[in-house]
Every structure is written in C-alpha cells, then in structure tokens.
C-alpha cells in the first residue's frame, strides 16, 4: 500500500487571516467615508440662531442686543422677552446686559444680536411677525436664545 503524503493545508489559514485583518480595519474607515461621500449623514447643529460677523464698542458684559427704529413693532414688543431670557439666566443674569441701540449697517432692526465682552456680534435671531402666533413663535425663539446663550457663558470665561 502506497502512502500517500498528505500535504498540509496551512497555506489557506494565513490568508484568511491577514484578510479577516484587513476587514475588520479596513471596513469601518471605507463605510465611514461612503457615509459622508453619499450625504447619509448630516452633523448635529448645536446652534439656534445664525452665526454672524462684525464688531461693536467692547463692554464688560455679554450683550443681548436689539436694534431699534421708530416704525418697528416686533421691536417694542421683543423688549419684556429680553428681559425675561436675561430673568431666567439665573444666576448668569450679571454677566448678561440688554441693550437698545439704534439700527445701523451691522445691527438690522427684527433682529436680536448676541455680542461678547470684546464687542464681536457672534449670533443673530430673527424676531417673529407682530401678527401671527407671535406669542408662540417668540416662546420658541426665546428658547432658543436662551439655550445659545446658557452655552456661550457657560464655556466662556470672560464677562
């Protein structure tokens, strides 16, 4: 009886084991940048309001910011939810100043401006239409001005 001589077959485990390597390192990076390649995710937008740029005269304070013109009425009526968001900083309330200033190029008026100690304007809400839902829909930009400005002072540290 011939012997045959069986021939290992550890040539195969290698391989598959370099490619079970290869797949468990190289398949979370491909999905990740076909994810992003396709729009299937959209980063998180932690801001409410609308990032601007300029610059106004520096303060000691964090400002809330509301330009006024005389025929403005959403103006005149954002004044008592100024001073309620500037109210339920608590605490924070000192750092925080509520200013009226008169309309110009960087400061529209219908508009709610958030300015740091060293004068920049960092953000911008747009305040609701005097007719339709207007408590409503200040309800929800207050909120929403609130919670932007609770996270600006809480990681800043000046003012």
């Known amino acids: 009886m011939k012997h045959k001589k069986l021939e290992p077959r550890h040539h195969s485990r290698p391989r598959k084991t370099v490619l079970a390597l290869l ?3 190289l398949l979370p990076v491909v999905l990740a940048w076909l994810t992003l390649k396709q729009g299937w995710f959209t980063p998180g937008v932690n801001s409410h309001g609308e990032w ?4 106004i005269s520096d303060d000691k304070q964090w400002r809330l910011i509301l330009p006024i013109t005389p025929d403005c009425m ?3 009526a954002a004044v008592p939810l100024l001073n309620n968001i500037d109210t339920a900083l608590g605490r924070d309330g000192d750092r925080v100043a509520v200013v009226q200033l008169p309309a110009s190029q960087d400061l529209e008026a219908g ?3 958030i300015a ?6 960092i953000m911008r809400y747009a305040l609701p239409d005097t007719q339709v839902d207007a408590d409503k829909a200040q309800a929800v930009m207050g909120k929403a001005l609130l919670s932007d400005l609770r996270r600006l002072l809480k990681y800043s540290r000046a003012g």
């Open 23 to 25: 797949a468990v390192f």
């Open 74 to 76: 959403t103006c005149i």
């Open 111 to 113: 508009y709610v401006y």
């Open 52 to 55: 601007v740029q300029g610059q």
């Open 116 to 121: 740091d100690p060293p004068g920049l304007l």
